[in-house]
């Protein structure tokens, strides 16, 4: 019988999910699976049905992704899956289509999604738009380079409590930096502790948050796996997310989660390149950082996309760029575009006039939220320098003081 992709029936949502815990080979609680559903809009949940029988999953986000100088819509892959039995028979490259012009029929310039492998996506014309830095600390070795005040204190919350505490911190911080997506109420749901007790036996998750006389400044979620050696305890702190809207809070929720108690390991990862804990360490090596990639991004429209953000590293750039783009996926984007800044808005459109640098959808992604400068890319071949001197006018217009961060996986 063939394989045909179609939209989930509603009814056949948890279904959905389960099947995605085979392919994952992970189990996902009930309660989780809960908090996914309320988040998602069922229109933009496809899955590969061989007969009745559901053989793969994929599901889109409907979200707001912060970009330079405001948010741009943004279809949120996620769950892409095909049972064991069925893959490597073309059924993810047909979702994939299903949902890149799901996201293009409903004016979405942007489509996002973390990989569980990088090799995969990036035939669709997907870009590392992010690079994530990720932790393995020696708690009691890092230290703070200078002798900071010690300020302020630390509130632990109970299990449901604590969102309108932490939001506005959240929002801060978003507005600081490109690649935060807006988080309604139902997706802080799934981000603070909601249970008790942790499915798998363990501790659980908490929050604490961290106040002064001006108020909350900063928060982290994080739970503790407890071990003990022969030579004593040798716990480690997972952190899942931890925020601050002031230099301070940033400084005094890493205090906190490096003085863990009976802790000696922190581990997180989805840190921006540049996190200040790096800048704050006595010793930087003993954070154990490594590099990984964080949100790939999909230019689904290029001219709505381009006009979207705002240009400059005080968002009020001026120049002129033309770029030749290759995009044999969305071939409704290839060709060459007219970029023409003034006061850090950009008009794009097309143009027959000679190109100053060529790329591909992936390498503009990458660009994008500033995560890349298109001189790097160059030297990695992937920008191409038409004419002298458009890499130098490329990088007066595309960077962001501040690497792009995106907290949220999904
Ligand atoms: C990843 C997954 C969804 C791929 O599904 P699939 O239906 O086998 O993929 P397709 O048949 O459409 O593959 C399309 C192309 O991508 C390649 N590809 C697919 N998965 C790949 C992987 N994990 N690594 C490298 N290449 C991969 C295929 O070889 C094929 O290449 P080709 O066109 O040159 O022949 C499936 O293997 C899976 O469920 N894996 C476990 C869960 C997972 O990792 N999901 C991704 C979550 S972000």
Redesign the pocket.
């Given at each position: 019988m063939s394989v045909e992709i179609r939209v989930c029936p509603p009814e056949r949502f948890t279904e959905l999910i389960k099947t995605a815990e085979i392919?994952?080979a992970e189990d996902m609680p009930d309660d989780m699976i809960g908090r996914v559903e309320r988040v998602a809009d069922k229109e933009r949940w496809f899955a590969p049905f061989d007969g009745e029988r559901m053989v793969?999953t994929s599901g889109i986000f409907t979200m707001n992704l912060k970009v330079p100088g405001g948010e741009l819509p943004t279809g949120g892959v996620t769950f892409?899956?095909?049972l064991p039995s069925?893959?490597?028979?073309?059924?993810?490259?047909?979702m994939m289509r299903r949902m890149i012009d799901d996201c293009h029929s409903r004016g979405e310039p942007l489509a996002a999604?973390?990989?569980?492998?990088g090799?995969?996506y990036q035939?669709f014309g997907f870009g590392m738009a992010t690079i994530c830095l990720n932790l393995e600390a020696e708690a009691r070795s890092v230290g703070f380079a200078r002798e900071w005040p010690r300020e302020g204190s630390f509130r632990m919350l109970p299990v449901g409590e604590g969102r309108e505490l932490v939001a506005p911190i959240y929002e801060a911080a978003r507005a600081e930096r490109c690649g935060f997506f807006a988080r309604p109420p139902e997706w802080w749901e799934g981000v603070l502790p909601f249970v008790e007790k942790d499915a798998k036996g363990g501790a659980a998750r908490r929050l604490v948050v961290y106040e002064t006389a001006d108020g909350p400044e900063a928060y982290a979620v994080y739970k503790i796996k407890s071990e003990w050696i022969g030579r004593g305890p040798k716990s480690e702190a997972v952190v899942d997310e931890a925020i601050a809207s002031t230099p301070r809070g940033t400084r005094e929720i890493w205090r906190y989660l490096l003085e863990l108690d009976l802790v000696r390991t922190v581990k997180t990862w989805k840190l921006p390149f540049d996190h200040p804990l790096f800048a704050l360490a006595a010793e930087p090596r003993r954070l154990g950082t490594t590099m990984g990639d964080g949100l790939w991004l999909r230019i689904v429209d290029v001219g709505a996309a381009l006009e979207g953000r705002t240009y400059g590293i005080d968002g009020r750039g001026s120049g002129q760029l033309t770029i030749e783009l290759r995009d044999d996926y969305c071939p409704w984007n290839a060709g060459r575009w007219r970029i023409q800044v003034a006061d850090g808005r950009a008009r794009a459109a097309r143009t027959d006039a000679a190109a100053d640098l060529a790329l591909d959808a992936n390498d503009l992604a990458c660009l994008f939220m500033g995560g890349y400068a298109a001189t790097g890319l160059a030297t990695a071949a992937r920008v191409v320098e038409l004419r002298p001197g458009s890499l130098v006018v490329a990088d007066g217009l595309f960077p962001t003081p501040l690497k792009p961060w995106c907290p949220q996986e999904f």
């Open positions: 392919a994952f793969g892409v899956t095909v069925h893959r490597r028979q073309g059924l993810m490259s047909g999604l973390w990989a569980a492998e090799t995969i035939r």
